[in-house]
């Protein structure tokens, strides 16, 4: 894998000051594997934004929580069920400790923020720092302590408390360094509470409690930028004001708060969109399905898209660096991905394939053939990703696989609350034991940024199986397609724009289609289009390969999406 972004120790944050202009709010980010700062998608797409910014030479910080404890550590016991361990690693090895300390008052506590500096590196040597919010320092109480500790982690009451340390402490924290932030951009609406902090700085003389114009919002609005990522009604946290105003104190008055975060409940994402002058959506899809939940406001959509150098695998790294040097930088030079040779392609895919079976051997002690197509599922373990509709019937893949085999390779965490995510990982454990002996098939555990990165380019299907329109935009589908590994979806999300059936790979179902009709239309493709091509017609799947790299690999980019989210909402 082409490991192009390094690290370098920066002991001072003082180089960064002046430059930087731009503040990344994000509850998540996935630096590199090591630092378990990250669950999922929203963290991964944070670190590709941050080596993009780092590539581009962005004036930018990032701020994000030290999650000492990390996410989840997922392991399965011999029932096929997850067993959820914490997942520390050491800030110590990776970031140094600034000396600037920030508080923020939590139930009329007052809690000390340590903010740690990790620095990313990019190929050209540009530095971007990143601030890690840290609130086990001595002299907190023990409670208070454990705020930063675990990701996710606790009940509502905990979360807030999080939320407050990453909004307001955050931005408190970026003052106390030094730094002068003229655009904040709130990665979801975990960090929602910044916005607050602002209003507070614009406070007329006039007005009264309650009323819109104690609080100038323009300013607020002139300096924000909001990106939501769910259509999912559970992923936008609220909170009862009674638990706001028990921890937030006289922070602001809760009139306030309501004219701007609801009236019923504290709604982190109605916040944001109310504070911020610029929002969008994750894909077009996405925009559209957000601003039907939440009419009027202009919600624009920006795709979002991946770091092509860290999520190529090192034998196509090699043959994009014959189409151009500067693949990296400017990844739209792989639309000439299409002149690269069958051999070629061919040869850099088995290689990355047999990595992938190498990693799987090691594992699990399974032993899959190298030679058959592999059909790969690797997606957080919830209900509207609905990681079993492929074992929707049995019988069928039997059937199948009789005449044309295949195999099966899935990973993916279910959050610890997830009891149907849990549930559904026992489920396929099941299935795959009554499938053995007709298609071989293994779930791999703990699904992180070291194992996708074996995942994405060693199969040959990505699959994709949400119900519309509740997948915001995915992202691992671009990775699959940078390595020209193909991607056989439900029309949503990043995918119905990428899409054209039967050259960047296939759809499952038409658009608009009624949920329950995608398992007969995924296995009808299985059946009838991929798994004959794969087995009859080579060429024709390497020329898909080549489209998939050539028209999806070089749009999908998070350095497309960057170049965009400064042109049209940092330069506002
Ligand atoms: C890319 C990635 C994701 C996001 O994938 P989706 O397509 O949004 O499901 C989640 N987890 C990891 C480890 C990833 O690398």
Redesign the pocket.
Same mark, same amino acid.
């Given at each position: 894998m082409a490991n192009s972004i390094g690290e370098s120790h920066a002991t001072t944050i003082d180089p960064f000051i002046a430059d930087t202009r731009i503040a990344y709010f994000s509850m998540e980010i996935?630096l590199r594997p090591e630092i378990h700062t /990250?669950?999922?998608?929203l963290?991964?797409?944070a670190g590709d934004t941050a080596r993009s910014s780092a590539d581009l030479e962005l004036p930018m910080v990032f701020v994000t929580l030290a999650s000492r404890e990390g996410y989840l550590r997922q392991e399965i016991d011999g029932k096929g069920r997850q067993v959820d361990h914490p997942d520390p690693w050491n800030p110590e090895k990776h970031a140094v400790p600034l000396p600037a300390m920030a508080a923020v008052q939590i139930e009329g506590r007052r809690v000390w923020i340590r903010p740690w500096l990790y620095v990313l590196t990019c190929p050209t040597e540009h530095r971007i720092p990143v601030i890690l919010l840290d609130t086990d320092v001595a002299g907190n109480e023990a409670r208070d302590r454990s705020i930063t500790a675990r990701l996710y982690g606790g009940d509502q009451v905990h979360r807030l408390m999080q939320e407050i340390v990453l909004g307001i402490g955050g931005e408190r924290v970026l003052q106390a360094l030094g730094f002068r932030i003229s655009t904040f951009h709130l990665n979801e609406g975990h960090a929602a509470l910044l916005t607050v902090s602002l209003l507070r700085q614009h406070r007329r003389a006039s007005g009264y409690p309650g009323s819109a114009k104690l609080y100038d919002p323009d300013p607020v609005r002139d300096q924000c930028v909001f990106t939501t990522h769910t259509p999912v009604e559970a992923g936008h946290d609220q909170f009862e004001y009674a638990l706001s105003e028990r921890l937030l104190g006289d922070f602001i008055e809760t009139e306030t708060l309501k004219l701007f975060a609801g009236t019923e409940r504290l709604n982190m994402t109605r916040l944001a969109l109310n504070l911020s002058g610029y929002v969008n959506g994750v894909a077009r899809r996405h925009a559209e399905t957000t601003s039907r939940m939440f009419p009027g406001y202009r919600i624009r959509a920006v795709t979002n898209g991946?770091h092509v150098p860290t999520?190529t695998h090192l034998a196509f790294a090699e043959l994009f660096q014959g189409i151009a040097p500067n693949w990296g930088h400017e990844p739209e030079i792989l639309a000439r991905a299409d002149q690269l040779s069958d051999a070629e392609i061919w040869a850099a895919h088995t290689r990355a394939k047999g990595e992938l079976l190498q990693v799987v051997n090691d594992r699990t002690g399974v032993s899959l053939d190298r030679d058959l197509p592999i059909i790969g599922f690797?997606?957080?373990m919830t209900g509207y990703?609905r990681p079993e509709l492929l074992f929707s019937d049995l019988d069928r893949l039997r059937t199948m696989a009789e005449d044309k085999p295949f195999q099966i390779i899935l990973a993916?965490k279910a959050h610890p609350q997830d009891g149907g995510g849990k549930t559904a990982i026992e489920q396929i454990h099941r299935h795959l034991a009554q499938l053995a002996g007709s298609v071989a098939g293994v779930f791999l555990p703990n /699904?992180?940024?070291a194992?996708?990165?074996h995942l994405?380019c060693g199969v040959d299907v990505w699959l994709?199986t949400p119900v519309p329109p509740l997948?915001a935009?995915?992202?691992?589908?671009?990775?699959a397609a940078l390595n020209g590994v193909l991607n056989l979806s439900v029309l949503d999300?990043w995918w119905v724009e990428a899409w054209i059936e039967g050259v960047t790979g296939w759809a499952i179902g038409a658009d608009g289609d009624q949920p329950d009709r995608h398992a007969d239309a995924l296995y009808e493709q299985l059946e009838n289009k991929i798994l004959p091509l794969y087995a009859r017609n080579r060429p024709q799947w390497i020329w898909m390969m080549k489209e998939s790299i050539s028209k999806v690999g070089s749009q999908f980019t998070s350095q497309r999406m960057m170049r965009r989210y400064a042109s049209e909402a940092y330069l506002r």
């Open positions: 996935a /990250y669950s999922g998608g963290g991964i797409l991946v999520w690797a997606r957080r990703k993916g /699904y992180d940024f194992l996708a990165r994405i994709n997948e935009s995915g992202t691992s589908g671009m990775k999300g």
